[in-house]
């Protein structure tokens, strides 16, 4: 097999098993999902529930389930989307460092905006009050959370409090699991919640912030200091819960100790989080930088655009121009290495038995000819980062749920041009149409690419009929992958095209 074919064929694999592995991982253990309903205009009142039952306030985005007895945010809706369901123990809840950590008992009320919660730490006076403030006229998705201590007993006391800063987001439907992912920067330094069964996860040093995010949305909690230590262990019911052990506080009588925290609860939109000063709280996989980078370009094309669909051909276009000198040069090196097959075929035949002697004589072809053998394949290994960060950015932004483009309704979905009765077999419930372009585009490239078969040895020919397969195998793993992504690759794979037109129009012999 020639090297380029090597190198391509790893690629494709690669490409192959990447987005396979992301289409087909388990999902991770969920809390079972159970149906809510807050209603309610800036009210309270009281939800059945298994665990405890539930205030239910709403103000802004925000629709939050309050447990009447521990006080943890058992329940988050933002917009219509759930983020927790039924969790127990619940987003805040506080426990005090005892012999036997014990919840604490709270009594909550609504004011004026601010959620109050209060509970007695100890019979002669000692208080804790948690304050989550919900600002009605602001959707940029933020609550302020404050804790505050007060020792108004007639003796010293020694208190040390422990926090729920971490739960994983309610994800019901099961392909959305994968995107399930925990984080914590501590010491400038990102780390992923990874817990194994039976294991308790203890980090070293203050966290900064700590993420639970999903597909879509994400839960931030951030202390105005970084402080106290933190670790992940397994609820009751299995469910991962993270807690932050404040540091031990000393009162006098009289005295007063307060920790702030400022908690984000919306969708993982670029723009929603630079306002809130947390951009950098979250993670698109193993090129998240490129992410970001390529979705503020995107942004900034839908800006003067108004529409995703135009900002994603746009940013095709402009990534296809950038790798133009790589692609250009590819195309030429396939065409030279093309022609000469038949002295490469001559070394084989006189060298064949001489492995080492044929290697150095092909590399005196090469130099001679100034070729590259790798050379064809370099625009795909270029843009293979960019096109998974782009996987993860189009498959994930909130900005394209609902984005339409020509017949595509939803550019986060499938672009479903024809709903089918019935599903029918590797098509679905949908045709859709361009990952169908997609395999025809990249068909007409290989024919433009193809190395005459009278210049092949026998193995070459038979490595080159499989690589025919190619396009079927990419329109497969393709197909159900979100349009606005499909999209893109449609319009880098038509340049690509008319690139190859170019060269042959401007080197006809």
């Known amino acids: 097999m020639k090297p380029e074919q090597r190198l391509l064929l790893a690629l494709g694999l690669t490409l192959g098993i990447l987005l396979s592995w992301t289409m087909l991982l388990p ?35 925000f629709k939050l389930g309050i447990g009447t007895q521990r006080g943890g945010i058992q ?16 987003l805040f809840q506080v426990e005090r460092i005892e012999s036997s950590e014990t919840p604490l008992q709270f009594e909550s009320r609504w004011e004026s905006g601010t959620l109050l919660s209060t509970s007695d730490l100890t019979s002669q006076g000692s208080r804790i009050i948690r304050q989550i403030s919900i600002p009605g006229d602001s959707h940029n998705y933020l609550l302020e959370c404050k804790l505050k201590l007060s020792n108004e007993s007639k003796t010293t006391q020694e208190y040390q409090l422990r926090i729920v800063t971490y739960l994983p987001l309610h994800l019901p439907i099961s392909s959305d699991q994968r995107y399930q992912d925990g984080i ?22 203050s966290p900064a912030w700590i993420t639970a995010q999903g597909k879509s949305y994400a839960l931030i909690l951030q202390p105005r200091v970084p402080l106290g230590m933190f670790h992940v262990e397994h609820s009751s019911s299995g469910v991962p819960v993270g807690w932050l052990t404040l540091p031990p506080v000393e009162l006098a009588p009289g005295g007063q100790s307060q920790w702030d925290f400022k908690l984000y609860a919306g969708p993982m939109s670029l723009e929603s989080l630079k306002k809130a000063g947390l951009e950098e709280t979250i993670s698109f996989g193993a090129f998240s930088g490129i ?43 396939t065409k030279v290495m093309a022609k000469l097959q038949p002295q490469m075929e001559r070394i084989r035949k006189e060298y064949g038995k001489d492995p080492q002697r ?128 499909v999209l893109y690759w449609v319009t880098n794979t038509t340049l690509t095209l008319g690139q190859y037109l ?8």
């Open 502 to 509: 170019l060269y042959f129009r401007l080197h006809t012999e």
């Open 184 to 205: 914590v920067s501590i010491d400038g330094k990102i780390q992923h919640i990874r817990l194994k069964p039976n294991q308790i996860l203890r980090f070293s040093g």
């Open 27 to 61: 999902p991770s253990q969920q809390p079972p999902a159970t149906n809510t309903q807050l209603n309610g205009n800036k009210v309270i009142r009281k939800i059945d529930r298994l665990a405890e039952p539930l205030f239910s306030v709403e103000n802004g985005p």
């Open 358 to 485: 044929m290697n150095q004589e092909m590399m005196r072809l090469y130099k001679k000819n100034r070729v590259n053998p790798l050379s064809g394949c370099l625009p795909l290994l270029f843009q293979m980062p960019i096109f998974i960060a782009l996987f993860q950015v189009l498959s994930r932004s909130p900005e394209l749920r609902g984005a339409t483009f020509l017949w595509i309704r939803d550019l986060s979905a499938p672009d479903a041009l024809i709903h089918f009765p019935s599903t029918i077999p590797l098509l679905g419930n949908s045709l859709n149409l361009l990952p169908i372009l997609m395999m025809g585009g990249m068909f007409l490239q290989q024919r433009m690419n193809k190395t005459p078969e009278t210049t092949l040895t026998e193995e070459q020919a038979m490595q080159q009929g499989f690589m025919r397969w190619f396009p079927l195998l990419f329109g497969f793993l393709f197909y159900s992958l979100p349009s606005g992504l």
């Open 75 to 90: 329940t988050v809706r933002v917009e219509g989307s759930d983020l927790l369901v039924s969790a127990n123990p619940g």
């Open 291 to 333: 992410a970001k980078f390529l979705f503020g370009i995107l942004r900034w094309n839908q800006g003067w655009m108004k529409n995703y669909g135009l900002a994603i051909v746009l940013l095709g276009f402009l990534i296809w121009s950038l790798f133009f000198p790589v692609t250009w040069s590819g195309i030429r090196m």
